[in-house]
């Protein structure tokens, strides 16, 4: 095999790719820090993340099956260029690892208030509404649940199949003009039509769900300016690997679309807010009147909830406020930090 892994350097490609991972970094983690910082994951659609990771991820074993004759001769080639020629699968794998940190931050990050059902009873005097926290979890709690397991299964699914195909088909004998056996052509290829179906209708739920709560909520706006345009540079740079077809990058470029129409609508209700004088949350940017409700806590006697009321002209009808349940929580390092700040309330 010695004689067949040879592979010439392509600088124009490894600088966008090198520029690609960059930008993964920059779009990402600012979604990242947003979701830490406030402390709330509202505004997202589980049914997003779950097909936004398991589309990403069917995209990364795409790229996996149809460069694995090139990821076999790293044994073969030096450090350096075993890096240059698999740059392709690391950037991919890169995204997917991204995208699933969001979903791990949106379950970290789950409004307290939301995971259970919460009944207001009325003590029929001149106490107000008390709001008891029952031990019944909320059907998008037990959705989010849900989605998680459908992520994990599908991982391990792709993971088992992908290498079984890999480990028992017959090495190339020609890594460099990347030729695959049959059985590897379908499976590739059903990756990557899977992943550009999932990538197509991923943000029909995320779509829907801005639309109605007419909010940007933990969306970050930077992260999508940054990756609409990327998307479209992100399918280029796939498409000039080695062994990869339409299937690899058909993701990215639907991604692209899509994303970009999410962009212009929260941009819309961006303006919208700072007509009706709330945050990205529906906060008054005002003054307001915050009243602690009495809560009975979960198993450790906890309580956090909060409503936020708004006296004046501003309580209109079509103020786009988030129901009192889904009032912001700071909660974790930085909600404790915080806390302490205004004198230990928290």
């Known amino acids: 095999m010695g004689n067949t892994c040879q592979f010439e350097t392509d600088w124009g490609t490894n600088g966008l790719t090198a520029f690609l991972i ?40 795409n790229i996996i099956t149809l460069q694995w004759p090139v990821i076999r001769c790293c044994h073969e080639l030096s450090f350096g260029k075993c890096i240059e020629v698999t740059a392709g699968v690391f950037q991919v794998g890169l995204q997917w690892l991204l995208f699933t940190i969001i979903l791990g931050l949106f379950m970290m990050y789950y409004p307290p208030d939301l995971k259970y059902v919460q009944l207001a009873i009325d003590t029929h005097d001149s106490r107000p509404i008390q709001h008891v926290r029952t031990k019944i979890k909320s059907s998008e709690w037990r959705l989010a649940l849900i989605i998680s397991w459908v992520v994990l299964i599908h991982l391990i699914l792709l ?13 190339s004998p020609d890594p460099s003009a990347i030729p695959h056996p049959p059985q590897i052509t379908l499976w590739a290829t059903f990756l990557g039509i899977s992943s550009g179906v999932l990538a197509a209708i991923q943000y029909a739920p995320q779509l829907t769900r801005t639309y109605h709560l007419k909010l940007v909520g933990a969306l970050s706006i930077p992260m999508m300016v940054i990756q609409s345009p990327g998307g479209v540079v992100m399918a280029v740079s796939i498409a000039m690997r080695p062994g990869t077809d339409w299937t690899s990058w058909i993701m990215y470029a639907v991604s692209a679309i899509m994303q970009a129409c999410l962009l212009l609508m929260c941009l819309v ?21 915050a009243t602690r409700a009495t809560s009975v806590g979960d198993e450790s006697g906890e309580e956090d909830s909060v409503s936020v009321l708004i006296e004046g002209d501003e309580a209109r009808e079509d103020t786009p406020l988030l129901k009192p349940s889904s009032v912001v ?8 930090i915080q806390g302490l700040g205004r004198g230990g309330e928290y």
Request: proline letters at 6%.
């Open 269 to 289: 209700w961006k303006v919208r807010q700072r007509k009706l004088g709330v945050d990205d949350f529906g906060r008054p940017l005002g003054e307001l009147i």
């Open 22 to 61: 960059y930008g993964l970094f920059v779009s990402y983690v600012p979604q990242h820090l947003r979701i830490i910082r406030s402390g709330t994951s509202i505004g997202f659609s589980p049914w997003f993340l779950l097909l936004g990771t398991t589309s990403s991820a069917a995209a990364t074993f």
């Open 159 to 171: 993971l088992f199949t992908t290498f079984i195909l890999l480990l028992t088909s017959p090495p």
């Open 329 to 336: 929580h700071k909660r974790g390092l930085l909600g404790w």
